[in-house]
């Protein structure tokens, strides 16, 4: 299992076996309205999406989305991390946008 962060996953390739996994955690702070998006490609799978709040636990603090993604298949694959608020399709924040390159478990 492979755990990044922000500034270690984006604009990067990133080296799996194929059936590995691979965390990525991204700041966020849903209070403003803005949250992550994931889509992977077809080779990749979410295995879970989920945000935590930080530990100062003040009302409207961010926190720490984390998603875990598992290749299945072999080859390189997008992984695009888009935060951007509900409805605004073209209104990025950010994005973390990288690339799985997954080989064949041995």
Do not use: H, Y
Not at 18 to 25: A, G, Y
Not at 85 to 106: I, K, L, M, S
Request: with cysteine; net charge neutral.
């Amino acid at each position: 299992m492979l755990t990044l962060d922000e500034s270690a996953a984006c604009d990067s390739t990133q080296s799996v076996k194929v059936s590995d996994t691979l965390t990525i955690r991204l700041s966020e702070n849903p209070t403003t309205g803005f949250r992550w998006e994931i889509a992977v490609g077809d080779g990749l799978t979410i295995v879970s999406n989920d945000f935590a709040r930080g530990s100062s636990g003040a009302p409207g603090a961010g926190g720490t989305r984390t998603i875990v993604i598992r290749a299945e298949r072999a080859g390189d694959w997008a992984v695009k991390a888009t935060q951007r608020r509900a409805g605004e399709a073209d209104a990025a924040q950010r994005r973390c946008n990288f690339t799985v390159t997954a080989t064949p478990a041995t």
